[in-house]
């Protein structure tokens, strides 16, 4: 007798707390993705339940909630995770009980967990290009701002040297506000850039205090035009959350944006849409999240299990075309193969890609091949779209 017992799933994301908004898009990108895997028959017959906790964006939470979902509920895969001390919160229970995380969002580099698979963007796949293209158009003063946490400590790092190492480079400073900011602090913040006038500002500032350093920075008079302010995580939920009028001009590099135009995406989105409405605006951790359940079910459709032994070896070097366009998990790295964009909000709201690489790009978390005779190679392949 075929086995037709459901196949239950872990599920980390989080309904309140800073990141919320674009942890909600994760989660139901994730619940999208099983819905079409269910509609299509499920797993070989067998149907795929998420089971969901919601950790409010509390490092401590994911881990207990993830002890949970491994040890009450005998789950065998999770996915989850936004900020990165929630993925380093999580990492060593599923390394500890022989688990896998899927985890959805850019994040810093510099890691590798046999128990991992990483489908969102590395820096040689986002933040080599935004310095490429920023130090290109604007200039190679930067100012930079974050929220007080790994990523972006990891992640300013990283941008220093890529500026730093060009002729004329500069950081004008580096400041950090808590993950519970308020407006207040970022006013001293928006005075200051304002003083400094940078070419242009990076920040790293993620959750709700996104909308209130834009914000503050309009109020202060900067021209997004003249001193935009760069970023990864800047996407379309923080965009719709802080509206039109301070987002537009501002920059963020991705994989994927809403207006990637291609039929994958048109119909993936027109599906969405049917199914939740507007509640979520898709973003490049809703797609991650999206097409990780797809890369996940059609491993388990081979492995005929899913647990790690058997499902890691399926899983790796495994191909999805996602609506960013064809993806593949690297078996050596854990990362994915994908397509870095650089998009510019326009007056209505929405990212115009201005640039972006013609092939897809492997991964290089530990920045092996950084150099920057590399990288400037790799600019040129980065084809512009703006002239
Ligand atoms: C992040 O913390 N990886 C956005």
Redesign the pocket.
Known sequence: MANTDPVRVGVLFSRAGT?SRVELSQLLGTFFAIREINDSGGIDGRELVAVHYDPQCVPQHYRALAERLVQDDHINVVFGC??????KAVMPVIEKWQRLLMYP????GFEYSPNIIYT?AAPNQNSAQLAEYMTRHFGRRVYLVGSD????YESNRIMSDFILERPGGAKLAERYVRLDATERDFLPIARDIKDKQPDFVFS?V?GKGTRMLYQACADAGLDPLRIPIAS??TCEAEVSEMGVRIATGHITAAPYFQTVDNAVNRDCLARFRAWCGDEVEPNMCWEAAYFQVHLFARAMRQSGSDEVGRLLPCLLGSEFDAPQGRVRIDPITHHTRLHPRIGRVGDDGRFVVVAESPVGVDADPYLVNHAADEWNMRSVALGQVDG
């Open positions: 990141t936004y900020m990165s001390s929630t993925r969002t850019p994040y810093e969102g946490y790994i990523y972006p790293t993620v990864l995580t």
